[in-house]
């Protein structure tokens, strides 16, 4: 189940445009897994550190997390300051998981 958009004005414009057919196919694969930390249901969390990505949004690279993990909680990734960091708190490498993901999707 894929969350609601929000209903508010965006401050900033999107870092990227929506995901196309391909890439939204890949992120209702991947939030079918549940949260990779607890198993709850999940949200796509957007690498933003890797090598060689130009975008800052690519819908290619999403891991899921649930909204705890993601960044209302005191260990989420947001909070943490990125995927490195997450990295050295639960020993899950995101961007190693998300890259595996996209090549599994094609």
């Known amino acids: 189940m894929r969350p609601k958009a ?3 004005k965006r401050i900033k414009p999107k870092g990227a ?3 196309n057919k391909v890439e939204q196919a890949h992120i209702d694969r991947v939030l079918s897994y549940g949260c990779l930390v607890c198993g709850r249901e ?3 969390h957007h ?3 890797m090598k ?3 975008r800052r949004r690519d819908h290619r690279f999403v ?3 649930c909204h705890i993990e993601h960044h209302m909680g005191r260990y989420g990734v947001h909070l943490l300051g990125g995927e490195e960091a997450f ?3 639960y020993d899950i490498d995101l961007v190693a998981w998300a890259v595996n993901a996209w090549e599994e999707s094609n």
Do not use: T
Request: net charge positive; glycine share 4%; hydrophobic share 45%.
């Open 6 to 8: 929000p209903k508010h």
């Open 17 to 19: 445009a929506d995901p």
């Open 42 to 44: 999940a949200v796509p």
């Open 47 to 49: 690498i933003m550190h």
């Open 52 to 54: 060689g990505k130009a």
């Open 63 to 65: 891991v899921p997390l």
């Open 87 to 89: 990295r050295k708190m």
